[in-house]
Nanobody
Framework: QVQLQESGPGLVKPSQTLSLTCTVSGASITTNYYYWSWIRQPPGKGLEWMGSIAYSGNTYSSPSLKSRTSISRDTSANQFTLQLSAVAPEDTDVYYC????????????WGQGTQVTVSS
């Protein structure tokens, strides 16, 4: 059974770069044909897909966040990482990592989520 666990700072200052890591157990992030994604949920709003990294290493980003988002992976540690640059208070959200067989939908396995607050 796959398990995903987010980790990272709970508080980030405006204009800094947020870095979050998702550690995966029970499955390899290089296994065909899974996608590993970052998703966030603003308070009182719906889920927003941010980007994904495929089993192949190819990356995909939401057009609205593409200029600020970078997703990478460490296959030896079975982890993938989100970097979101130039954060602002509106980036205060709960951030989730998830697994799917599609790039940006049908997420079957989720991490528990981590709260990130952007504040000076």
């Amino acid at each position: 059974q796959v398990q995903l666990q987010e980790s990272g700072p709970g508080l980030v200052k405006p204009s800094q770069t947020l870095s979050l890591t998702c550690t995966v157990s029970g499955a390899s992030i290089t296994t065909n044909y899974y996608y590993w994604s970052w998703i966030r949920q603003p308070p009182g709003k719906g889920l927003e897909w941010m980007g994904s990294i495929a089993y192949s290493g190819n990356t995909y980003s939401s057009p609205s966040l593409k200029s600020r988002t970078s997703i990478s992976r460490d296959t030896s540690a079975n982890q993938f990482t989100l970097q979101l640059s130039a954060v602002a208070p509106e980036d205060t959200d709960v951030y989730y990592c998830a697994r799917s067989l599609d790039v940006a939908s049908n997420f079957g396995s989720w991490g528990q989520g981590t709260q990130v607050t952007v504040s000076s």
